[in-house]
């Protein structure tokens, strides 16, 4: 039975490109705007894996279309937007969840190479997609867009600087276009997790000495998982957000309000 509160939520009839949608945050995403009623478009480097989640929708009763693609490949990335639109004319909804962070240590150590694959992969080719979805949208006066920064952006870090540097920029970049496209129905929002169940986290959650040195710094005493970002993001896409944009939703359990030494 449908409800005025849960149709506020309702995708029915909308297309979703989710990047990075065959584990954690992007395929928690994926599933959750699928059981709203979205198609969706999963992709990843990997095509089994894109296959492998498209088939669970699938199953669960959704539809949605696999394509393989590595988004630090701008060809790629062109393609696999192109493929989508092909199939159903239109984007209504684009998480821009992908990223890379292929540096853990101090900023004086990181390489040029691994600036250039961050900065690449994290931020021009992110715009680049936006770039070439936001329009179409533009033209039905209706679509959202959802880029997947971190708490990384908000603070000092010893460990990750150059992944920090390219989700702050991703907290400006979705400044700067909900302003560009916001009087054509275009909202652009972020979300800022903190520490997340997912692979990419998987060194520090699965060790208990580090789990429990970064839970002193989470009020909630757990970390976050996958679908409680998903959730955010569904809200962000639907129409309860309707007069949201410009906006980076945190999504921390508290972590940034918090001081470690109160």
Not at 40 to 54: L, M, N, P, Q, Y
Not at 55 to 79: H, N, R, T, W
Not at 220 to 233: H, W
């Amino acid at each position: 039975m449908t409800t005025a509160a849960n149709s506020m939520f309702d995708l029915s009839g909308k297309v979703a490109l989710i990047t990075g949608s065959t584990r954690g945050i992007g395929k928690a995403t994926a599933l959750a705007m699928a059981a709203a009623g979205a198609r969706i478009i999963v992709t990843s480097r990997k095509e089994a894996a894109c296959a492998d989640v498209a088939a669970e929708i699938a199953e669960a009763g959704g539809e949605a279309l696999p394509i393989p693609c590595d988004v630090a490949d701008k060809a790629q990335l062109m393609a696999m937007a192109d493929k989508a639109l092909a199939r159903w004319k239109r984007i209504d909804v684009l998480v821009c969840n992908a990223a890379v962070s292929p540096h853990h240590g101090p900023l004086h150590e990181i390489s040029e190479e691994q600036i250039d694959r961050l900065l690449t992969t994290n931020v021009k080719n992110q715009l680049l997609l936006c770039n070439k979805v936001i329009p179409g949208m533009a033209k039905r006066k209706d679509g959202a867009v959802i880029i997947i920064s971190s708490i990384a952006a908000l603070k000092g870090t010893r460990r990750v600087g150059g992944y920090a540097i390219t989700k702050a920029a991703d907290i400006q970049m979705v400044r700067s276009l909900a302003l560009e496209w916001a009087s054509h129905g275009v909202r652009v929002n972020g979300i800022a997790p903190g520490l997340i169940r997912t692979d990419l986290a998987r060194a520090l959650w699965e060790d208990p000495a580090r789990l429990a040195a970064a839970l002193q710094a989470y009020p909630m005493d757990r970390i976050g998982e996958p679908e409680e970002v998903a959730s955010v993001a569904l809200f962000l896409a639907s129409k309860a957000a309707a007069f949201i944009t410009g906006q980076t939703l945190i999504v921390d359990g508290g972590s940034t309000i918090a001081n470690v030494y109160s």
